[in-house]
């Protein structure tokens, strides 16, 4: 079984400075896809970033990227310039045919 | 609809009642999953529904839950002889199944609370 590990239970940030949330993943197949989910307090989750693990670059979506390791199985997501409204649950999540797993998530608080 | 839809939003019951809950996924959708989140805590998985594949049930917790899902339209999830610690929000999603990207789009959640 896949398993999503976030190692960071509660992050702070204040608004316009950069932070990173760290995932890591366990899997022995070779073709799947990582996702970052954001869920704000009104608890509707959103799709903050995608990648394909056959893609070498690292996805890009306005302020937020990620940094995939594939050898590492490592995806941490950077946000850059935070904002008030990033303040949310953020949670990592694999998917390689089976189930859509996903890490037990990251609070993460912007400050002003 | 555009989105996931699921109902009832809101749902308190008393323990030992049986209890209904409906998702309406994406059109088009062929993968249905549903979750479980407690207060404060992360996702956990319940069960998948891929087209006509039998379903992936190894996360429901005990034989009290149970689900259904007709072609590739709604599910329903049911929980049979409430507990407390049945007391979650449940949330629905959907997604193209493979070769499409898998992005999972969510519901609401329905908030369940057993008293």
């Known amino acids: 079984a896949q398993t999503v590990t976030q190692s960071q239970p509660e992050m702070s940030v204040q608004e316009a400075e950069t ?40 996805a890009t979506e306005n302020r937020f990227s990620v940094n995939f390791q594939k050898a590492a199985k490592s995806f941490s997501l950077k946000i850059s310039d935070s904002q008030l409204g990033d303040t949310a649950m953020y949670f990592c999540a694999f998917f390689s045919g089976y189930a859509l797993n996903f890490g037990k998530g990251t609070s993460l608080l912007v400050t002003p | 609809g555009a989105g996931v839809s699921q109902s009832p939003s809101n749902k308190v019951t008393e323990k030992g009642k ?52 007709t072609g590739e339209s709604v599910s329903t999830l049911t929980i049979q002889r409430t507990q407390q610690e049945d007391s979650a929000v449940y949330l629905c999603a959907s997604s193209l199944g493979l070769p499409g990207i898998p992005e999972a789009f969510f519901g609401q959640g329905t908030r369940l609370t057993v008293v």
Request: some cysteine; proline content about 5%.
């Open chain 1, 19 to 58: 932070v990173t949330l760290s995932c890591t993943y366990d899997t022995s197949e070779n073709n799947y896809y990582l996702f970052w989910y954001k869920q704000p307090p009104s608890r509707q989750m959103i799709l903050v970033i995608r990648q394909e693990a056959y893609k070498q670059q690292n």
């Open chain 2, 18 to 69: 049986d209890v209904e809950l409906r998702c309406d996924p994406i059109s088009g959708h062929t993968a249905l999953y549903w979750y479980r989140q407690r207060l404060g805590q992360g996702l956990e998985f319940l069960i998948y529904f891929q087209g006509n594949s039998a379903p992936d049930k190894s996360g429901l917790p005990s034989d009290r839950f149970s689900a259904e899902r």
